[in-house]
């Protein structure tokens, strides 16, 4: 039974380029939730993606955007990148009313903007 | 609102002996409460939670965790621990009295486990 994936695992980027961020959540899960960690920070929440829209949203900016498709992957966009911008980018699968409500995490993708 | 603080960034600990890693949270409503480990360029991996019932939770790797509702706090504990407990811990807090659905993080906490 595989995890949660994320794709790619390493991505390097320049000021002001586009970066889109791939997720396919564990086999059975319907939510994906995507989070941002800095360095030496906890994960910070961007947003949660359900039934194919966004019901949630962090304290992000426009720039940050999502969508998932009908086999419940999603996909984080981040538009006109900034330095401050570099960090590992988590995605987690849980499913939706299921008590405890565990989310599940992917290795992350580690983007570096220069 | 929901969070969570960890006091300490780093605990060391020598092999063998009892490992506890702090951890308070502020909810309006209820909390669930989880404990979350991250080794080296990996993900988050799930140790343990806490829904309702017993104030002990038992999870992973041969982990726990007290929740105390007055102290409001959920630290997690081992009673021995080992070299390769060493890791990066995070505790996390999802209010059941709000709207948020995200998981709230601490900061983390740092342990070494020393041989």
């Known amino acids: 039974d595989a995890g949660v994936t994320q794709s790619p695992t390493h991505l390097i980027k320049t000021r002001g380029q586009q970066v889109t961020l791939r997720c396919s959540p564990k086999s059975g899960h319907d939510t994906v939730s995507w989070y941002q960690q800095a360095l030496g920070q906890g994960p910070q929440f961007i947003f949660q993606?359900?039934?194919?829209?966004?019901?949630q949203r962090g304290n992000f900016p426009d720039r940050f955007s999502g969508h998932q498709f009908p086999n419940y992957s999603s996909e984080l966009n981040v538009n006109a990148l900034l330095l401050g911008d570099s960090a590992l980018y988590l995605c987690a699968s849980s499913l939706q009313g299921a008590l405890g409500n565990i989310q599940y995490f992917g290795a992350g993708t580690r983007l570096s903007v220069l | 609102a929901q969070s969570v603080a960890q006091p300490e960034d780093q605990v060391n600990v020598a092999e063998g002996n009892p490992l506890t890693v702090k951890c308070t949270y502020s909810?309006?409503?209820?909390?669930?409460l989880f404990w979350y480990v991250q080794y080296p360029n990996r993900g988050l991996q799930f140790l343990l939670k806490y829904i309702t019932g017993d104030n002990l939770v038992k999870g992973s790797y041969g982990f726990e965790a007290e929740f105390n509702k007055s102290q409001t706090s959920f630290h997690l504990k081992k009673p021995s621990a080992l070299v390769s407990d060493s890791a990066l811990y995070f505790c996390?807090?999802?209010?059941?009295?709000?709207?948020?659905?995200?998981?709230?993080f601490g900061s983390g906490t740092q342990l070494t486990v020393l041989p």
């Open positions: 993606y359900y039934e194919e829209e966004e019901r």
């Open positions: 996390a807090v999802r209010d059941l009295g709000g709207s948020a659905r995200q998981l709230t």
């Open positions: 909810v309006s409503g209820n909390p669930y």
